[in-house]
């Protein structure tokens, strides 16, 4: 090749490489199955409808949110409502930094035990757990206190869970332990397959309701009026200045994407507006990840190809 077209190539490479550069979108992917595996979804969509780069961060979920007000992120893939609604209402409603997908999951947030837990122990609701006899029945380790598992350190619940615990008064016979969820998971398996007793903070959907007679603890029925939430980031007294001794309020989850979308990449901003998972979905993909150990990237790769109609409807 001559000198002349090697510089004219060049300056061509030079002048196309800026407009032939993908944009980059990146996505935060919190510690539960269900919101890595549509993480993933996201980002393979991205990629191959819209020709953009999708990166990856997995994140606790409230650092997900603060990075998208700082234009550090561009999505959250599953934000639970009432979890977050503080959060969601600074930065969406007040701020205008925030989205959410119209189209969310109805949910569900309780206290669970297996169904021989209730036949073994006698407890029926949450304020059982406030009985030393009870929550007796609940001690592994020999302390003298019972262990409930009440989420993973990193999510929005777990906090809310804290100071339900204290506003029902278990916090002084249960030791309330935070760890990973698949770790509380297979200490669920492990309790239902010996006929162990164990109570554990549970949400639907999820596959858990699939592989064990699990039952919902009786509590009273949500009122706002008995709900004081204030958040650890905000106060040092946090625990002490909330209360919250009623059931969870009706839940729900959205895809959540930065308002800044809407103009650099309405495409990408319509398509994420248009995501609309059923709860049918969150459980195979809690499933097939928790029970069958497959990868939440060939998770991912297989719900694209089984809805590829569905998601045709939504790119459009």
């Known amino acids: 090749m001559s000198a002349r077209l090697v510089a004219i190539g ?30 993933h979804i996201i980002a393979d969509t991205l990629e191959e409808k819209f020709g953009v780069d999708a990166e990856l961060r997995e994140r606790g979920t409230m650092t997900i949110l603060a990075d998208i007000g700082q234009g550090a992120i561009e999505v959250h893939p599953e934000v639970w409502l009432p979890n977050l609604s503080g959060m969601v209402d600074k930065l969406g409603t007040k701020e205008g930094l925030l989205r959410l997908s119209p189209h969310g999951v109805a949910a569900s947030q309780n206290i669970c035990a297996t169904k021989d837990t209730l036949d073994q122990t006698g407890i029926k609701a949450v304020s059982d757990l406030t009985r030393p006899e009870i929550a007796s029945q609940f001690d592994s380790d020999g302390d003298g206190k019972g262990e409930i598992w009440i989420g993973a350190p990193t999510w929005s619940s777990t906090e809310i869970e804290k100071v339900r615990a204290k506003s029902y008064g278990y916090d002084k016979t249960m030791n309330l332990l935070e760890m990973p969820e698949d770790v509380a998971m297979a200490a669920v398996d492990a309790a239902a397959s010996l006929s162990k007793p164990i109570v554990f903070y549970c949400y639907a959907p999820h596959h858990v309701f699939q592989l064990h007679d699990i ?16 958040k650890r980031a905000d106060d ?39 995501i609309a998972f059923q709860p049918a979905d969150i459980t195979a993909m809690s499933y097939a990840v928790e029970v069958e150990g497959k990868p939440v990237e060939e998770v991912a790769r297989t719900w694209i190809t089984e809805n590829a109609n569905r998601i045709g409807e939504w790119v459009q």
């Open 10 to 39: 060049g300056l061509l490479s030079a002048l196309a490489g800026p407009a032939m550069a993908a944009e980059t979108v990146v996505i935060g992917m919190p510690a539960w199955p269900s919101a890595q595996v549509t993480a």
């Open 215 to 230: 039952v919902r603890l009786e509590e009273p029925a949500y009122d706002p009026a008995r709900w004081t939430l204030v």
């Open 236 to 274: 040092p007294n946090w625990l002490a200045k909330s209360q919250a001794d009623t059931a969870w309020d009706l839940s729900h989850f959205h895809v959540a994407y930065a308002s800044k979308l809407d103009g650099e990449m309405p495409k990408v901003a319509h398509f994420l507006s248009a």
